[in-house]
């Protein structure tokens, strides 16, 4: 139906195989040059410039032209999730070397999506923050306990960003480990102050994060969370 073609027309931009790696790659929040996009998606740059005109004329994407570079980011948040969320209802990825085997099981392990961490180790520090009592779930929204605000001065979270909403905190399905984690402002600036704390860092793999020597004891002893269950 004609009621439905805008709906189409972003599926169809999305299902490009190149467009979705270019757009799987800005996931992470950070902003990437075309040239940068063109060596992830292993294509030319003139062939990469064409699928980000359209990722810009389709609302998906915005540019941003600092002297002699233009630098291409997801539009927002939500297309991060839409991402996302298509993921969960696909097949699992399909490996076929070595080098996807590697990439597919840092991705897993913890990733940024708009910068929050995602992955076995997003989900499992969502379940411990309920655990601890620092958030309750709502079923669509988590929200913050009066512990929890406590927990969030104490771990260094303060003052608190004026666009976090307390009592609002996203549930966000994560597409490897098909399970919920928090997400939106909060998660990101959690997700900042465990790089802060040096108990975390971005990984070699684009998107991959790592957890430190120091992060495998500091998790734990905050946490509860054993690194080597994951």
Known sequence: MEMYSGISETASLMGDPTRLSILMSLADGRALTAGELAKIAKVTPQTASAHLTKLVQGSLITVETQGRHRYYS?????????????????????????????????????????????????????????KLGYFRDFGKV???????????????????????????????????????????????????????????QRGSIRRSIRMTELGHSKILEEFGIDSTSL
């Open 74 to 130: 997801l539009a927002s948040h939500e297309v991060a999730y839409a991402i996302e969320a298509v993921a969960v209802i696909s097949p699992p990825l399909e490996v076929r070397s070595l080098s996807e085997s590697s990439h597919k099981k840092a991705l897993s392990f913890a990733r940024t999506c708009y910068g929050h961490i995602a992955g076995e180790l997003g989900v499992a520090l969502t379940d411990a923050m309920l």
């Open 142 to 200: 988590y929200k913050v306990t009066e512990k929890g605000k406590q927990w969030l001065q104490k771990f260094g979270i303060d003052p608190l960003p004026e666009k976090i909403n307390l009592n609002a905190v996203p549930h966000h399905i994560d597409w490897t480990v098909r399970r919920h984690h928090i997400a939106g402002p909060l998660a990101l600036a959690i997700t900042e102050r465990l790089i802060d704390l040096g108990w975390i």
